[in-house]
């Protein structure tokens, strides 16, 4: 009975993100964008983690979704992942909370505990996120190429990704980024029954090119691990904005 | 008919029998805690060893189907005769003839650290084995595909069933069957440890000389009886700034060309020496501490005397007795031993 009630007590809600890139929407490989220094850049690919997500109710009552189904790879590449499908108590949301990243607790984990997006072989090729010889979550990945004004000169090729949990020793660098949007503005998510609200947000990539930090492909071409991973980390933690929610 | 039922049942019986002792046998051969050994970090509870478990285990660490071109297996550069190194190649081997950066370091004794490779990156034995596997410079596979090849495999869902209970070959339990094999790969079974677990043996004057040597100057980084504290540090080799050893993990300036501290057990099997395997023998080795160790970034204080580099002073004399007390590491019971061999 009680689990009955339970479930019942839940109601569907989706939280999508709509990748952009200076206010376009991203195109792979064909769209052309601009960063902060005025580099004209394409990306080729484009993922990252949202995790430990908690919804706030305009009363204040926090809900947690349950960890172990709290893990999320957005992908460019598959827009159905795109849009997470959670259920949650009914009520007026005014705030979510999630982590951009994977929490350090879970990068060491068992491996019995890292399934699905987590399961180091889910990732094909370049897909890849998972450092094995520093074990962690990469969380964070884009590549592409910088746009030369001749098409005749290759452009430079860019790879950013940024993982590292704070390490298992002694505190190291920490790019969890925990990411709070306030929904009052553009509009409560209202939880009910017999109906499914979509929270839309917008992660405006081209962020982590400028902010705390000035990125520039030209200097920073490869960045994977290392202590420049933080000052991007620092720059995207800003990406993400509430569009609108429909309810 | 009744005769050869009889028959058969008796023979069923004594297969059962042995088949038990035989089990019982492997319990305790596959994984016992020595008696002059502390308790081990493993999480033995999440993956205790089977004799189904260990078996799979070995036939994949012998397995060439773990790298991309189905040729380098685990056991390519972990050869059980130089207690699971690649004796005599500095660096490791790959595909296609690739070389990595580091000199593979033995497996023996695995249960009892939690810090794997030259720099510490990989804290739990079950991922370990995926730095290799998908290492482009060693078996240049790529996890996905070797879930596939397994689970496509004639042998191996059946031998999965069989450890595991499991009908889909997963990266837990492909992980788990290599780390039993692994954790069963003990080797205390040294003249060294007979002598302190008192069957027996008694350690030459030579030998018992070089054990005081080995007290005084050695034993506080390669401490007994694991012969290495699991620490890191920095020991005079020459920089090579394409190896940062522990700073690559951690980004710690403190942190900058420290390496694993090995274990000394088997130390003469398993030339050549150091991460990068650059020195060719144990008297070079020696030689090292006593009279090329430089002044280093972040040089181990056990080093230095008022901020000045302090080589170890041994005598001619101590040096050969510490070389003698070495060989008492060497374990041939561990390297002969046919249930760590390739069937």
Known sequence: ????????????????????????????????????????????????????????????????????????????????????????????????????????????????????????????????????????????????????????????KFRYHIGLFGGMDKPTLNNIKIIELDLTKKGLAKVRWGSQPTIVCTADVAKMFTGNSTITIDQFGTVMGGPTSALIANNYHQMFKHKTTIN | MRNQLKVIGILVFIVTLLTAATDKLLDNYLFKVPANFPKPSYAFANNPITKEGFELGRKLFYDPILSSDNIISCGFCHNQPAAFTHHGHDLSHGIEDRLGKRNAPPIQNLAWTNRFMWDGGVFDLDLQPIVPITSPDEMGETLPQVLKKLN??????????????????????????????????????????????????????????????FKSYCASCHQEPLFTN???????????????????????????????????????????????????SIDDVIQHYRLNMQTTTNLDNRFLKNGQIERVPLSDIEAKNLKHFLQTLTDTIFIHNPMFSEQ
């Open chain 1, 1 to 156: 009975m009680q689990s009955t009630d339970a479930v019942k007590s839940l109601a569907p809600i989706n939280i999508q993100f709509q990748n952009m890139a200076n206010e376009l929407p991203i195109t792979l490989n064909t769209g052309k964008y601009t960063n902060a220094s005025g580099e004209s850049f394409s990306i080729s690919l484009l993922q990252y983690f949202v995790s430990n997500i908690e919804l706030i109710s305009a009363d204040g009552k926090v809900y947690t979704v349950p960890q172990d189904s709290s893990y999320f790879l957005i992908k460019q590449a598959n827009p159905q992942t795109q849009t997470i499908q959670l259920n949650v108590p009914e009520g007026r949301y005014a705030k979510i909370k999630f982590v951009l990243g994977i929490d350090s607790v879970r990068n060491t984990k068992p491996l019995s505990k890292r399934t699905g997006v987590l399961d180091p072989s889910s990732y094909e090729g370049a897909e890849n996120m998972y450092w094995s010889w520093n074990s962690g979550y990469i969380f964070f990945k884009m590549e592409g190429n910088k746009i030369t004004e001749n098409p005749s000169v290759a452009g430079k």
């Open chain 2, 152 to 213: 496509a495999s004639k042998d191996y869902p059946i031998l999965f069933k069989n450890a595991f209970g499991v009908s889909t070959i997963t990266t837990d339990y492909l992980m788990k069957a290599l780390s039993q094999f692994m954790n069963g790969l003990v080797s205390a079974n040294s003249k060294y440890d007979q002598v302190i677990r008192q069957e027996g043996a008694e350690f030459t004057e030579e030998e018992a000389a070089g054990y005081k040597v």
């Open chain 2, 230 to 280: 699991n620490q890191f540090a920095n020991n005079g080799m020459p920089m090579n700034q394409n190896d940062l050893g522990r700073y690559e993990i951690t980004l710690l300036q403190e942190d900058k060309y420290l390496f694993k501290i090995p274990s000394l057990r088997n130390i003469m099997l398993t030339a050549p020496y150091m991460h990068d395997g650059s020195i060719n």
